[in-house]
């Protein structure tokens, strides 16, 4: 069965790390800025140009990694990724569309290729050397659980033995009518089949047969459950 | 001819929950149906031509495979009337089926709708509208998931739904994807200067740039003691699958080719197969020179036997334009035409072979064997490969 062998977050109460913060949540309010040095170690040309949203995703990536104590790297490795989001970049789309609308000349190239919203995911595969599958899920629902059954899937037949899930949500575009707004933030867990040893982890997780995601031997409701439940172990709260 | 297949784990699990692919359906700018598209195919011709839906003064690029009739309805995306013709063409979809689909920029058309002040459905803009969409239209009762992975999330979506079924999660999947040539694709394309002035030549040694096009599939994955059950013969069976990542750079593909050859490389490995026993290989063959360029050297890699010459391999984008992140699900419907009728249709555009392109022809050729790979790499260096097989 696979453990959980590190988290990392950013949300509205800023960044955190499952080994180093007792309190995890949640809500709707404005995010912090996330800067190079705040989540990297060595610098990363390709960061100064990024968008919000694959800034917020590389930094859940890269905290979840230093959690488990992952992050450094000599050869790559097959780690998966998978990142459930609502609305992707959306606000990228648009800050795009508006450098069209200025004039086709003004359109900025740079800023295109992060119109597509698994781009953070390439970029995390660079920083950290991980050459295994990758993709984002569009899931209209909040419980942001998808990620997790899809990583979970692919460990169960055998597709790669660690891998990476979690939930990115950007700000929404305040002006944009959508039927319901996720909360911003970004949360990932790092999942291993075989961790070095059961004190490095938080606990055993399982994609039960009726889909139902299992820590510890209890159905998480939600991502967010998930993470307050992995604190609340490792913390003894 | 092709070997027995070793005992490895994905055989074990093959005769477990084999996979089977039971209904196809393809919507492009060549036709509403995968039988004319199959002819037109064959007779080398492209939908590529000039683009009438947007202004193009100012690009370099003026020419894209469009749909001709495809208009978005009121405050509709485009996305509504292409899965309609989807449905169209495909027989009934169980409504108990899972589903996966896949797009790169969903109803990206709405957005632009929604900045030049006119009507939209909101709802269309979510990029996750594409699921809701074809739940609707296919009258099946998930709601599902959309996978989106640039170019690769069509292949990416089938492994998924492949892996639901040889789980056991679920006993058939609609794999459904789509995208759309917009001002907002094409500009993009346009501004990190990948698109050809010309319809694009894949693998041609004088190739400039991709061509953009548009287009759908939908794909009705089985596993085979359902579809035993309800009596139907299999179009092909999946017998694996493989993504990997390049590590490398976002918008440009490793020239080593470490993605792809990773990913070919899980692929054959799940089926139990050696590059030698493909009969033909689909390429994602974009018409681009660096993307092209390192197809080629992971073919050399994973399908150079001494003394063997190798499948064939060919593109289908000078004949539909690049279709984005529903190129990988069009593909595999061709990709088991090519199996069934035993021949490899020809690459359009292709001329003067570049280096390492021997195996591609502007003719259609005549194929012996049983097995096809097809592949994509996109941005984010995502490389994603399935390997399918004639019949059941």
């Not at chain 1, 995911?121 to 899809?150: K, M, Q, R, W």
């Not at chain 2, 269309?124 to 609707?136: G, M, N, R, V, Y």
Request: glycine content about 10%.
């Amino acid at each position: 069965m696979p453990f959980i062998t590190g988290i990392g977050w950013v949300t509205v109460e800023g960044m955190g790390c499952g080994r180093q913060s007792s309190h995890f949540s949640m809500t709707p309010g404005t995010l912090p800025k996330i800067r190079r040095k705040s989540i990297l170690d060595r610098p990363f040309v390709h960061f100064g140009r990024m968008d919000d949203f694959s800034r917020l995703g590389l930094a859940g990536i890269a905290l979840a990694l230093k959690d488990a104590g992952r992050h450094e790297w000599t050869a790559k490795r097959p780690v998966g990724m998978v990142a459930s989001t609502v609305l992707g970049c959306i606000q990228t789309d648009m800050d795009y569309f508006d450098t069209v609308i200025q004039g086709d000349d003004m359109a900025s190239p740079g800023l295109f290729s992060y119109t597509l919203s698994n781009c953070f995911l390439g970029e995390a595969a660079c920083y950290f050397g991980t050459n295994g599958s990758s993709y984002v899920i569009y899931d209209p629902h909040f419980a942001g659980l998808t990620s997790l059954s899809a990583l979970l899937l692919n460990i169960q037949l055998h597709e790669y033995n660690m891998g990476l899930a979690g939930i990115v949500n950007a700000e929404p575009p305040p002006d944009l009518p959508l039927p319901g707004k996720p909360l911003p933030g970004a949360a990932f867990v790092m999942i291993e089949k075989t961790p070095p040893s059961n004190e490095t982890t938080y606990g055993p997780i399982e994609l039960a047969q009726n889909d139902t995601i299992l820590f510890n031997h209890k159905e998480m409701t939600s991502f967010l459950h998930l993470i307050q439940a992995c604190v609340q172990m490792f913390h003894g709260i | 001819m092709p070997r027995e297949i070793n005992a490895g784990r994905g055989a074990v699990a093959q005769r477990k929950n084999a996979v089977w692919i039971t209904d196809t359906a393809v919507v492009s700018a060549l036709s509403d149906h995968i039988d004319e598209i199959w002819e037109q195919l064959l007779k080398a011709k492209t939908a590529i031509r000039p683009v009438e839906r947007f202004n193009v003064d100012g690009y370099r690029s003026k020419v894209a495979a469009c749909i001709r009739d495809l208009m978005p309805t009121g405050d509709r995306s485009m996305l509504h009337g292409l899965v309609s013709r989807l449905a169209c063409a495909i027989g009934p979809v169980p409504s108990d089926a899972a589903l996966v689909t896949a797009t790169a920029k969903a109803g990206i058309d709405m957005l632009e709708q929604r900045k030049y002040g006119r009507a939209c459905d909101a709802g269309d803009i979510l990029p996750s509208s594409l699921a809701h969409i074809a739940s609707q239209t296919f009258g099946i009762r998930d709601q599902g998931i959309t996978i989106s992975a640039a170019c690769a999330s069509s292949v990416i979506a089938v492994s998924q739904a492949c892996a639901l079924i040889h789980s056991g999660r679920a006993e058939v999947v609609l794999v459904c994807c789509a995208d759309l040539v917009t001002r907002f694709v094409f500009s993009g394309f346009s501004a990190l200067e990948a698109l050809s002035s010309q319809p694009c030549m894949p693998f041609d040694k004088n190739r400039s740039g991709l061509s953009l096009g548009e287009g759908a599939a939908a794909l009705v994955l089985m596993g085979r003691e359902r579809a035993q059950r309800e009596g139907l013969t299999p179009l092909g069976r999946v017998c694996g699958w493989g993504s990997a990542s390049d590590a490398y750079h976002v918008t440009a593909p490793d020239p080593e080719g470490s993605g792809l050859i990773r990913a070919i490389t899980l692929a054959l490995k799940q089926a139990g197969l050696k590059g030698r026993d493909l009969c033909a290989v689909c390429a994602h063959g974009t018409g681009t020179i660096a993307n092209d360029a390192m197809e080629l050297k992971a073919f050399a890699h994973c399908f150079s036997d001494p003394g063997d010459s190798g499948p064939r391999v060919y593109s289908v984008k000078g004949a539909m334009g690049h279709t984005l992140g529903a190129a990988g699900g069009i593909e595999v419907a061709l990709g088991l035409k090519t199996l069934e009728q035993q021949m490899a249709p020809p690459t359009v555009g292709f001329s003067q072979p570049a280096q390492g392109a021997e195996r591609v022809s502007a003719q259609a050729v005549p194929i012996q064997g049983d097995y096809l790979l097809t592949s994509n790499s996109g941005f984010g260096g995502i490389n994603a490969a399935i390997v399918l097989k004639r019949g059941g």
